[in-house]
């Protein structure tokens, strides 16, 4: 059993002992998904519970007994499901199981970049006292670009603030929701003051002509994922204060190569705030997609369907 999380079982080791008294030997791999280690690993493996780095076809060719890919989470666009599916792999998520997590972290970086805490916070810290005026939440207007459960979420938050909440979903017909007003995305970019994404990967959502058509000043807030935006467009609408703040959890590149991104140059340090990818690192979102994960792979190790699977083998292997 191959784990490439990293913080599968950190807080609550139940998920870990329930696969080894199942008589797996649970394994701890490069996060990052180094292919030699894989290499070595994966042909004994019969399941894998991976984090956000991506998995290709040719890693999954390293496993001829896989049976089943535990994504630890619910994004999986970094993930060829396609491969796994023509491989007789079960590919599996953990639904819900940090929602409330990333909601949290949503509005906190809502509420840092309209009121410039983290600024604020640097300003001082220079011996600097001045004062610099931010908006009210309440008296916004927020977009939600994606109503799952995540955008569901920061919705009823935003709405506790007594925000207005409009939601642009193509899965939707019927708002699922009081008070939240569907919409399709021109209106969403004209009457509101934050734009917030909560929408899978795989796709720009905010290029430049989009960015363009959104209010002057708006605020635009990303929990998904870092490449829904056009970072360089981003960063020219932030120059030119046509986009008034951004504030993410990811961007497009991690790690060291994120360094190359326009959006961490040096002169947007007060426009831009960006977290380490920390939405789900909650004590209680690790422990959920931990029990999640467990429950998924040790279903399928069973013959069973998996409780949350995101594609159909014909039974695996």
């Known amino acids: ?20 008294a199942a008589g797996l030997d649970v394994v701890r791999a490069d996060p990052r998904h180094d292919l030699a280690e894989l290499s070595r690993l994966l042909p004994e493996a019969v399941a894998w519970i991976a984090g956000t780095s991506p998995v290709t076809d040719p890693m999954l060719a390293l496993g001829p007994r896989l049976r089943v890919l535990a994504r630890y989470g619910v994004g999986y666009d970094a993930v060829d499901v396609a491969a796994a599916t023509r491989r007789g792999l079960w590919v599996t998520t953990t639904p819900g199981a940090n929602t409330e997590a990333v909601a949290d972290l949503t509005v906190a970086l809502l509420l840092d970049a309209l009121r410039h805490v983290s600024a604020g916070v640097e300003a001082v810290r220079r011996g600097e006292w001045s004062a610099r005026r931010g908006r009210e939440l309440g008296a916004l207007t927020v977009g939600l670009l994606g109503f799952g459960r995540i955008g569901q979420a920061v919705a009823r938050r935003v ?11 193509p899965q939707l017909s019927v708002c699922p929701m009081d008070g939240v007003e569907l919409a399709d995305l021109p209106a969403l970019a004209a009457r509101c003051d934050v734009v917030s994404l909560h929408a899978p990967g795989g796709a720009v959502l905010l290029d430049r002509e989009r960015l363009g058509r959104l209010r002057a000043g708006v605020t635009v807030v990303n929990t998904a994922r870092g490449d829904l935006v056009d970072e360089q467009a981003l960063a020219d609408a932030l120059h030119s204060g046509h986009v008034g703040a951004y504030a993410c959890d990811t961007l497009r590149a991690e790690h060291g190569a994120a360094a190359a991104s326009p959006l961490l140059a040096d002169d947007l340090s007060d426009r831009v705030l960006v977290t380490p990818h920390i939405g789900a690192q909650t004590e209680e979102a690790v422990t959920g997609m931990g029990r999640l994960a467990v429950d998924n792979v040790m279903a399928v190790l069973r013959g069973d369907a998996p409780p949350h699977p995101l594609n159909r083998p014909g039974g695996g292997r």
């Open 1 to 20: 059993m191959v784990v490439t999380s990293r913080s599968f079982a950190t807080t609550d080791a139940s998920p870990r002992l329930e696969l080894e």
């Open 159 to 169: 709405l506790s603030f007594g925000a207005s909440v409009v939601a642009v979903d």
